[in-house]
C-alpha cells in the first residue's frame, strides 16, 4: 500500500509540472516514461477495479493521505482524489501536456504520433492511449451534444474542451503526414475511419470542421520560415476527403445530431449542398400511409418523417443563406412532385406546411 501511495504522491507532482514552463526541458523521452507510470497507475487500476473491498481500502487510504498532507505537502491533481481516478491517468497527463504552449515540438510531436499514429499497426500502447482517449470523449460529447441547439456559439469548442484538442491534433497530424509525403492525409484519415470508434471520429471531424482557421500552437507554427502550408489548409484538405467519400459522408449526416450538422454546413457550403442532397434522397424513400396518416419507409434503415423534420426544422433555424436554400430546395421538389397544396399527397408540401412556410 505504501508503494503505491508513493507512486501516487509522486505522479501528482508530475501532474502538476505538466502545467507549468518547467516541460519545456522535457523531451520525448522524459515524456514517454511519464505516461510509462501513468500506465502503470491505470494498471494498478485494472487490476483492483473488480476486487470491491481492495477497491475501497486503496480509496480509503487515498482520502486519508490527502487530509493528512493538507498544507504541508503537494496538493494532489485535479482527478486524482480518488480510485477511479486512476484509470485516467494517461489521459490527464496528455491532454495537459497537448494543452501546454511551453511543451517542445519534439515532445508534442511525440504525443500526436501516440494519439493518431497514422497508417500502419500501432504498438499496443499506442493504441491504448488512442482508444482511452475516445471512450474519454464519447463520454463527455454524450451529455454536451445535448445542447447543440444554440445557433451562434460554437457549443462543440465552448462545452468540450476535450474534443476540441482531438479536433486540433488531428489538423496538426495532416499538416505533418502531408508534409511528408503527398496523398497523406488522406491515407491517415481513411485509417483513423477504419480503426478508430466511428462515431467519435465523425464528431472529432465534425469539431475539426468548426475550428477557427488557426488555432494558437498552428499559428505560431505557421509563422516559422518556410512552411509549405497556409493557414485552415489542413481543415480543407479535411472536407475534401469527407466529400470524396459517400459512406463516411452518409454516416457523417446520419449520425450525428441535426445542430451540429445545421453549424457544420452553415460554415461550408460544399457540404451544405451535399447535406441537403442527401435529406431530399431520404424524402423521396418515404411514402404515405393512409392507415397510419404518416410518411413512412419501406425499408428499416430509410430515415423516419420525425427525424427528416427535425434536421430540416434545425437548417431552417440557420441564418441566410442556407435557411434561404433550403426553402429553396424544398419548394422546387414541391414543384417538380405536382406543386399539390393538399397534404398527404407531396412529402415536400407536408415539409412545408410544417415549417410553416407558404408554398
Known sequence: MEPLLQHLERFSEVLAVSRTTHVSTWDPVTVRRALQWARYLRHIHKRFGRHACISKALERRLQNQWKQQGDSGPAPAPGLANFQALGLCDQLLSLRLLANPALGDASFHYLLQQLFPGPGVPDAEEESLQGSLARLARRRAAIHMLRFNAYGENPVLQEDSLMKTQAELLLRRLQEVGEA??????????SLWERSPQNNFLKVVAAALLLPPSSPRHQEEELKLGSPKTPGEEGQELLRWLLGKSDVMVAFCRSLPAGLLTLVAGRHPELSRVYLGLLTDWGRQLHYSLQKGLWIGTESQDVPWEELLSRFQSLCQAPPPLKDEVFTAL????????????????IWTDLLLSLGSSA
Do not use: I, W
Not at 419548394?331 to 407531396?346: H, I, N
Open 181 to 190: 509525403e503527398a496523398g497523406g492525409p488522406g491515407r491517415l484519415l481513411s
Open 331 to 346: 419548394k422546387s421538389c414541391k414543384a417538380q412532385d405536382g406543386d399539390f397544396e393538399v397534404p398527404g399527397l407531396s
